[in-house]
């Protein structure tokens, strides 16, 4: 019988052992010396909320499916129909094809054919490499078009450092800006997080504090990246999520409103843009013709 999400490849180096699925291009494990470091799901799973997914041609929400670009009014499927949303892409459900697989490293692509609602013809190819610095994950996207593409990505990684509930563990979150969003978690604004609930720059306690927002102004260090630091000062144990300059938003989601699931992990999501960019435009990319993009993010134990 095979696996809902389809044929699975395992990687391992440096201590660190992965698991990357057909279905979605999707991580579905990540462990280091035997200890998880993300909230995944089962072989016998469907990833459920979100879980290790890679969302592509835009990350989070796009208000109705409905947006228009170079003079053309497109309609994208509804995927979020609770709140009449095109939510996450169009790839997650997608069978990859492996393009190479070595002990430590697995890379997969997916052509997506232009289509109602998104008429640009993409290639499109995720690497996953482990070392002994962790997870490098890279994803591209080649413009198979005649007239450039717009284009944003991102994922969907749960970090965990135990069992949870998140209130007992530490962020640190280097964002000095927040998406305000309306009931529909399409943003309407934004505030600096100074003074605010939201304001992780320096390692604190998650206590009570619910997340389903978006993040931005990331501060970086010398080579361009920003971390992102969950710990657990019982264990001691942490883990950091680190995101490239393509990267300029991160969405985190402690899952408040998901009944067994509430509070367990906490997803801190690379994005290049924020929810409803390609109706707003904000941080949205261009593909030029026969031209490609990349943008790459990762993951290791402290």
């Known amino acids: 019988m095979l696996a809902p999400s389809g044929d699975q490849y395992e990687i391992a180096a440096g201590g660190y052992r992965a698991v990357v699925t057909e279905c979605g291009g999707a991580l579905r494990l990540l462990e280091h010396e035997g200890r998880t470091l993300l909230d995944g799901f089962g072989e016998h799973e469907m990833a459920y909320g979100g879980r290790g997914q890679l969302l592509v041609p835009w990350p989070n929400r796009v208000r109705d499916g409905a947006w228009s670009f170079g003079g053309r009014d497109l309609q994208l499927p509804i995927s979020e129909p609770a709140l009449h949303n095109a939510s996450h892409g169009l790839v997650r459900w997608a069978a990859w094809t492996p393009e190479e697989h070595t002990g430590h490293s697995v890379s997969l692509t997916y052509r997506l054919m232009a289509q109602t609602g998104y008429p640009w013809t993409l290639d499109l190819r995720v690497v996953y490499d482990l070392s ?63 003074g605010t609930a939201y304001d992780f720059r320096i390692a604190r306690p998650i206590r009570d504090v619910g997340f389903d927002d978006a993040f931005t102004d990331l501060i970086r260090s010398g080579d361009g990246t920003a971390t992102v630091v969950v710990s657990d000062p019982a264990t001691g144990r942490s883990v950091a999520l680190w995101v490239d300059e393509r990267h300029r938003w991160l969405q985190v989601f402690s899952a408040d409103d998901v009944p067994g699931r509430a509070r367990r992990s906490l997803a801190v999501e690379p994005m290049t843009a924020p929810a409803d960019a390609f109706r707003s435009g904000q941080d949205l990319l261009e593909i030029e013709p026969g031209g490609d993009l990349s943008a790459s993010w990762g993951i290791r134990a402290l």
């Open 132 to 194: 002994a610095d962790g997870l490098t994950v890279t994803q591209s996207a080649t413009n198979l078009a005649g007239e450039p593409a717009p284009y944003a990505s991102g994922a969907h990684p749960y970090l965990a450092v135990g069992p949870g509930p998140v209130d007992g563990w530490e962020l640190t979150l280097p964002a000095s800006t927040r998406a305000l969003v309306d009931e529909r978690l399409i943003p309407v604004g934004r505030e600096e997080v100074e």
